[in-house]
T-cell receptor, first 112, second 115 residues
Framework: AQSVTQPDIHITVSEGASLELRCNYS??????LFWYVQSPGQGLQLLLK??????LVQGIKGFEAEFKRSQSSFNLRKPSVHWSDAAEYFC??????????FGTGTRLKVLA | EAQVTQNPRYLITVTGKKLTVTCSQN?????MSWYRQDPGLGLRQIYY???????DKGDVPEGYKVSRKEKRNFPLILESPSPNQTSLYFC??????????????FGPGTRLTVL
């Protein structure tokens, strides 16, 4: 069965520090991969997505993610975190069958 | 403005009292989906719809029904709600197909409490 693992439930970083959120998926072929952000009390907003091609994808708000097929990973990165990045981040997979699987989320706290 | 709307945003009800949460999108999207979000479990797909009159189960369909009589609307029906359906519910929509498809646009959420 397909699955998405976000091993870090909580991450705390200082403002200005770099960030990496981990995501691993289990699927036979290359799925469609997504990162979403959910600010407190809000819905989900798409940060970036990977379908094919260049394995380093750029998203909104200065985020990027790298697809590594050999590691079945799609980690999210940002070189310098801002206080407004505090939110919950979800990795998601679509195998192409319109059934989406989300990870359990990583809650990011940013220290001033 | 392109958006997905849900109503109500907050609902407190009692066990067994039928309820419907409405979802509407104005982007002419074929694909719509319902999720529930629970702490520590992320979002789990309840039902999805590929187009009018075409629906299918997600990972957690038990206790829920959906219908898709019009492209823009995708209501979620709880015939006999139970306390374990207390959750935050999201509706989402997208275009089907390849390329830039399946970027899902999410509604603001409906917080449901079943007593």
């Amino acid at each position: 069965a397909q699955s998405v693992t976000q091993p870090d439930i909580h991450i705390t970083v200082s403002e200005g520090a770099s960030l990496e959120l981990r995501c691993n998926y289990s699927y036979g072929a290359t799925p469609y991969l997504f990162w979403y952000v959910q600010s407190p009390g809000q819905g989900l907003q798409l940060l970036l997505k990977y379908f094919s091609g260049d394995t380093l994808v750029q998203g909104i708000k200065g985020f990027e993610a790298e697809f590594k097929r050999s590691q079945s990973s799609f980690n999210l990165r940002k070189p310098s975190v801002h206080w407004s990045d505090a939110a919950e981040y979800f990795c998601a997979v679509d195998s192409g069958t319109y059934k989406y699987i989300f990870g359990t989320g990583t809650r990011l706290k940013v220290l001033a | 403005e392109a958006q997905v709307t849900q109503n109500p945003r907050y609902l407190i009800t009692v066990t067994g009292k039928k309820l419907t949460v409405t979802c509407s999108q104005n982007m002419n999207h074929e694909y719509m989906s319902w999720y529930r979000q629970d702490p520590g479990l992320g979002l789990r797909q309840i039902y999805y719809s590929m187009n009018v009159e075409v629906t299918d189960k997600g990972d957690v369909p038990e206790g829920y029904k959906v219908s898709r009589k019009e492209k823009r609307n995708f209501p979620l029906i709880l015939e006999s709600p139970s306390p374990n359906q207390t959750s935050l519910y999201f509706c989402a929509s997208s275009l089907p197909g390849t390329g830039d498809y399946n970027e899902q646009f999410f509604g603001p959420g409906t917080r449901l409490t079943v007593l």
